[in-house]
């Protein structure tokens, strides 16, 4: 990512506050654009500067299991992921929402439905980008939704078989 990426919509307050939670040094006196400098230097992908708290914690979670990975997303993962974080934050704001209404009012049930809705879109995005569910398979390892998908598809091909019948 270049500096000019990491500062623009930035403060240089955001862009300190960034470096510091990377464990990388710099100085509040520093100029923005060096700041921005050292972020680029240490491969900091930072995310997009419009994602609130929520998406930026996910989109630090999604840079760490990337880097666990030894992985990068392609150009349409990233724009999928940048669209999860993104939902990560609708979906805080309407969950604060609907913790100040009252459920008995019309608006809490429209709020409700939206809030499953965002949770739907979200699971979506997660399995279109191909991130792995948390489940572990046999040996362990996360599972993707493809590769859950195929090892369901055997099992019941080896299931009806065993039973005797022919497909």
């Known amino acids: 990512m270049l500096s000019a990426e990491i500062s623009q919509g930035r403060t240089k307050l955001d862009l300190v506050a960034l470096a510091t939670a990377a464990g990388i040094e710099v100085r509040p006196s520093w100029p923005k654009g060096r700041i921005a400098d050292a972020l680029a230097a240490a491969g900091l992908d930072v995310g997009p500067a419009d994602l609130g708290a929520d998406g930026r914690n996910l989109w630090a979670a999604v840079a760490a299991w990337l880097d666990d990975q030894d992985a990068d997303l392609d150009p349409h993962e990233r724009v999928l992921a940048v669209e999860l974080c993104r939902s990560a934050d609708r979906l805080a704001s309407i969950r604060r929402a609907l913790a100040a209404i009252d459920p008995t009012e019309a608006a809490w ?19 279109a980008i191909g991130f792995p569910t948390g489940l572990a398979d046999e040996a362990g390892v996360g599972a993707t939704p493809r590769s859950r998908r195929a090892q369901t598809a055997a099992q019941r091909r080896w299931s009806a078989q065993r039973a005797g019948v022919v497909s």
Not at 109 to 127: C, F, K, N, T, V
């Open 109 to 127: 049930a429209r709020l409700a439905s939206e809030e499953r809705q965002r949770g739907l879109a979200m699971a979506r995005l997660i399995s």
